[in-house]
Nanobody, 122 residues
Framework: QVQLVESGGGLVQAGGSLRLSCAASGSIFRINAMGWYRQAPGKQRELVAA???????NYADSVKGRFTISRDNAKNTVNLQMNSLKPEDTAVYYC????????????????WGQGTLVTVSS
Protein backbone atom coordinates (compact mmCIF):
# COMPACT_ATOMS: atom_id res chain seq x y z
CA GLN A 1 0.00 0.00 0.00
CA VAL A 2 0.88 3.65 -0.37
CA GLN A 3 0.18 6.34 2.19
CA LEU A 4 0.29 10.09 1.60
CA VAL A 5 0.92 12.65 4.32
CA GLU A 6 0.20 16.30 3.55
CA SER A 7 1.32 19.42 5.36
CA GLY A 8 1.53 23.17 4.92
CA GLY A 9 -2.07 24.29 4.78
CA GLY A 10 -3.30 27.22 6.80
CA LEU A 11 -4.70 30.72 6.83
CA VAL A 12 -3.07 33.47 4.81
CA GLN A 13 -4.03 36.91 3.58
CA ALA A 14 -4.52 37.66 -0.08
CA GLY A 15 -1.19 38.18 -1.78
CA GLY A 16 0.61 35.91 0.63
CA SER A 17 2.30 32.58 0.11
CA LEU A 18 2.05 29.02 1.34
CA ARG A 19 4.03 25.90 0.62
CA LEU A 20 2.31 22.52 0.61
CA SER A 21 4.24 19.28 0.96
CA CYS A 22 3.25 15.67 0.43
CA ALA A 23 5.28 12.60 1.29
CA ALA A 24 4.51 9.12 -0.01
CA SER A 25 5.46 5.96 1.83
CA GLY A 26 4.87 2.25 1.46
CA SER A 27 5.87 -0.53 -0.88
CA ILE A 28 6.54 1.69 -3.85
CA PHE A 29 8.33 0.55 -6.95
CA ARG A 30 7.92 3.76 -8.88
CA ILE A 31 5.86 6.92 -8.68
CA ASN A 32 4.70 7.86 -12.15
CA ALA A 33 3.09 11.13 -11.17
CA MET A 34 2.22 13.22 -8.15
CA GLY A 35 -0.02 16.22 -8.01
CA TRP A 36 -2.35 18.47 -6.13
CA TYR A 37 -6.08 18.80 -6.52
CA ARG A 38 -8.44 21.13 -4.71
CA GLN A 39 -12.11 21.21 -3.86
CA ALA A 40 -14.19 24.05 -2.53
CA PRO A 41 -17.61 23.45 -0.94
CA GLY A 42 -20.22 22.76 -3.59
CA LYS A 43 -17.67 22.60 -6.36
CA GLN A 44 -16.03 19.86 -8.35
CA ARG A 45 -12.57 18.68 -7.41
CA GLU A 46 -10.09 20.06 -9.90
CA LEU A 47 -6.48 19.55 -10.83
CA VAL A 48 -4.18 22.30 -9.60
CA ALA A 49 -0.78 21.02 -10.67
CA ALA A 50 0.94 17.72 -11.39
CA UNK A 51 4.43 16.49 -12.13
CA UNK A 52 5.66 13.21 -13.59
CA UNK A 53 8.72 11.29 -12.51
CA UNK A 54 10.41 12.63 -15.61
CA UNK A 55 9.75 16.21 -14.60
CA UNK A 56 6.92 17.17 -16.92
CA UNK A 57 4.45 19.56 -15.30
CA ASN A 58 0.87 20.59 -15.83
CA TYR A 59 -1.01 23.49 -14.24
CA ALA A 60 -4.54 24.71 -14.12
CA ASP A 61 -4.93 27.94 -16.06
CA SER A 62 -6.08 29.73 -12.93
CA VAL A 63 -2.77 29.15 -11.13
CA LYS A 64 -0.25 29.48 -13.94
CA GLY A 65 2.42 31.99 -13.08
CA ARG A 66 1.56 31.88 -9.38
CA PHE A 67 2.04 28.25 -8.32
CA THR A 68 5.07 26.04 -8.83
CA ILE A 69 5.12 22.29 -8.36
CA SER A 70 8.32 20.39 -7.66
CA ARG A 71 9.27 16.90 -6.61
CA ASP A 72 12.08 14.94 -5.02
CA ASN A 73 11.95 11.47 -6.51
CA ALA A 74 14.50 10.09 -4.05
CA LYS A 75 12.29 11.09 -1.13
CA ASN A 76 8.96 10.44 -2.86
CA THR A 77 7.78 13.93 -2.06
CA VAL A 78 6.04 16.67 -3.96
CA ASN A 79 5.77 20.34 -3.06
CA LEU A 80 3.49 23.11 -4.21
CA GLN A 81 4.74 26.65 -3.77
CA MET A 82 1.74 28.98 -3.87
CA ASN A 83 2.42 32.68 -4.34
CA SER A 84 0.13 35.67 -4.84
CA LEU A 85 -2.73 33.78 -3.25
CA LYS A 86 -6.28 34.90 -3.93
CA PRO A 87 -9.51 34.28 -2.01
CA GLU A 88 -10.58 32.12 -4.94
CA ASP A 89 -7.78 29.71 -4.03
CA THR A 90 -9.54 28.81 -0.78
CA ALA A 91 -10.20 25.07 -0.80
CA VAL A 92 -9.19 21.75 0.62
CA TYR A 93 -6.08 20.66 -1.23
CA TYR A 94 -5.52 16.95 -1.82
CA CYS A 95 -2.30 15.22 -2.72
CA UNK A 96 -2.60 12.52 -5.36
CA UNK A 97 -0.19 9.97 -6.73
CA UNK A 98 -0.22 7.42 -9.52
CA UNK A 99 2.31 4.77 -8.68
CA UNK A 100 3.44 1.20 -9.18
CA UNK A 101 3.63 -0.90 -6.04
CA UNK A 102 5.96 -3.88 -5.79
CA UNK A 103 4.07 -6.18 -3.44
CA UNK A 104 2.49 -8.65 -3.64
CA UNK A 105 3.06 -8.07 -7.31
CA UNK A 106 3.59 -5.09 -9.55
CA UNK A 107 0.36 -3.13 -9.79
CA UNK A 108 -0.79 0.33 -10.75
CA UNK A 109 -2.42 2.26 -7.92
CA UNK A 110 -3.87 5.69 -7.39
CA UNK A 111 -3.83 7.11 -3.86
CA TRP A 112 -5.28 10.25 -2.29
CA GLY A 113 -4.23 12.11 0.81
CA GLN A 114 -6.75 13.20 3.40
CA GLY A 115 -6.54 16.86 2.42
CA THR A 116 -5.20 20.05 3.93
CA LEU A 117 -7.23 23.26 4.18
CA VAL A 118 -6.00 26.46 2.59
CA THR A 119 -7.91 29.62 3.48
CA VAL A 120 -7.11 32.95 1.84
CA SER A 121 -8.68 36.02 3.39
CA SER A 122 -9.38 39.31 1.62
Amino acid sequence: QVQLVESGGGLVQAGGSLRLSCAASGSIFRINAMGWYRQAPGKQRELVAAVTSGGSTNYADSVKGRFTISRDNAKNTVNLQMNSLKPEDTAVYYCNTKAIVAAPTYRNVEVWGQGTLVTVSS
